[in-house]
């Protein structure tokens, strides 16, 4: 059971957008900020944003980060069949003094 | 380029310890303002975060496995450490290391070694 809630999967057809969400409490996303990750099979972990909307260099613009109260989303516009990953939120608990994960949310480009 | 390299035992025995090393390459593990942590994931499953250590400071560790785990430094081969005690099956996963600068995610990571815990 993940201290961060996403939902298990998320899918789309090349071109459309889709969000994916990641809830949490005022302990974590409520006081902290978000980061992202991207995993394409096999591969470690990349860093998709950080501070909520920070996207490192060479991350496209067509993923955006956003935070509302204890939660957070992900959306990706303009859907291409390399975003098929598995995506994983994550932020600072401060109750437990540690990095919380998400689920992770398997995206799927049907 | 910052690259990170994890090595150790493929395959550790319920009740003993699980050892890792991650070499860094590219830069210098002293540098300030960049904290080394080790995450995991168990397969087919999310990922975990072990602990994280900031060079000549402090440690951090999750709190469900505060009471295994050690995060050490060797700042002489540039390379940090896990140790993780009385392993189970539940501690067969990827084991990654990662860095991350002070305010920013886990920005570059390892490619991972899988543990399995067996007799």
């Known amino acids: 059971q993940s201290v961060l809630t996403q939902p298990p999967s998320a899918s789309g057809t090349p071109g459309q957008r889709v969000t994916i969400s990641c809830s949490g409490s005022?302990?974590?996303?409520?006081?902290?900020?978000v980061n992202w990750y991207q995993q394409l099979a096999g591969t470690a972990p990349k860093l998709l944003f950080y501070s909520v909307n920070q996207r490192p260099s060479g991350v496209p613009d067509r993923f955006s980060g956003s935070k509302s109260g204890t939660s957070a989303s992900l959306a990706i516009s303009g859907l291409q069949s390399e975003d098929e990953a598995d995506y994983y939120c994550a932020a600072w608990d401060d109750s437990l003094n540690g990095w919380v994960f998400g689920g992770g949310t398997k995206l799927t480009v049907l | 380029q910052l690259q990170l390299q994890e090595s150790g035992p493929g395959l550790v025995k319920p009740s003993e310890t699980l050892s890792l090393t991650c070499s860094v390459s590219?830069?210098?593990?002293?540098?300030?303002?960049?904290?080394w942590g080790w995450i995991r994931q168990p397969p087919g499953k999310g990922l975990e975060w072990i602990g994280s250590l900031y060079y000549g400071g402090s440690t951090y560790y999750n709190p469900s496995l505060k009471s295994r785990v050690t995060i050490s430094v060797d700042t002489s081969r540039n390379q940090f450490s896990l140790k993780l005690s009385s392993v189970t099956a539940a501690d067969t996963a990827v084991y990654y290391c990662?860095?991350?600068?002070?305010?920013?995610?886990?920005?570059?990571w390892g490619q991972g070694t899988l543990v399995t815990v067996s007799s």
């Open positions: 990662a860095r991350r600068p002070s305010g920013v995610g886990f920005d570059y």
């Open positions: 005022s302990s974590n996303i409520g006081s902290n900020t």
């Open positions: 590219g830069g210098s593990i002293r540098s300030s303002g960049y904290y």
